[in-house]
C-alpha cells in the first residue's frame, strides 16, 4: 500500500483544471483504480479542491475501469458532504451495472446531485449548457 505522501502526489496528478468553451471545469481522474487506492485519494483530492478556494465547480469525476469498496464509497460520500457547497454540477463517467446502484447511495447520503455520461466529452458538454 502506498504511503499517504505518495497519495498527496498522485491525486495532484489525477486532477486537473481545464478551460472548456469559457467555463472551467476540474477533472478529478479516479481511473483504473484498485478498491484499496480510492479513499485515499479521494480524501486528498478533496483537501487539494478545498484549498483552491474556488466554488462554483463544474467538475467530472472520472471512474473507468475502476473497482471500489465498502472504503471507497464511505469516502465518496464524506467527500460529497464536504465539497457539495463547492459544486455547481457534476458529471460522472465510467458508471456502469452496479456501479449505478453505488452511485446513487452515494448521491442520496452526501446530498450531491449528479448526472451520469458515458464520456469526458459528453461530459464537458453537459456541464457548460444552459450556465
Known amino acids: 500500500m502506498q504511503k499517504i505522501e505518495d497519495y498527496e502526489f498522485e491525486a495532484k496528478t489525477r486532477m486537473k483544471w481545464i478551460i ?3 467555463k472551467e471545469i476540474l477533472i478529478d481522474d479516479y481511473s483504473n483504480l484498485s478498491p484499496e487506492h480510492f ?3 479521494v480524501k486528498n483530492i478533496v483537501e487539494l479542491t478545498l484549498k483552491s478556494g474556488k466554488k462554483n465547480i463544474l467538475l467530472i469525476v472520472d471512474v473507468t475501469n475502476s ?3 465498502k472504503d471507497a464509497v464511505n469516502a465518496f460520500v464524506e ?3 464536504v465539497s ?3 459544486l455547481q454540477k457534476t458529471a460522472v463517467v465510467g458508471i456502469i451495472g452496479l456501479k449505478k446502484i453505488l452511485l446513487n447511495f452515494i448521491n442520496k447520503l452526501s ?3 449528479t448526472k451520469t455520461v458515458s464520456t469526458i466529452e459528453e461530459a464537458k ?3 457548460v449548457e444552459e450556465l
Open 111 to 113: 446530498g450531491v446531485s
Open 125 to 127: 458538454e453537459w456541464l
Open 84 to 86: 457539495r457547497p463547492l
Open 67 to 69: 473497482y471500489t469498496n
Open 79 to 81: 467527500a460529497g458532504k
Open 20 to 22: 472548456y468553451k469559457g
Open 39 to 41: 479513499a485515499p485519494l
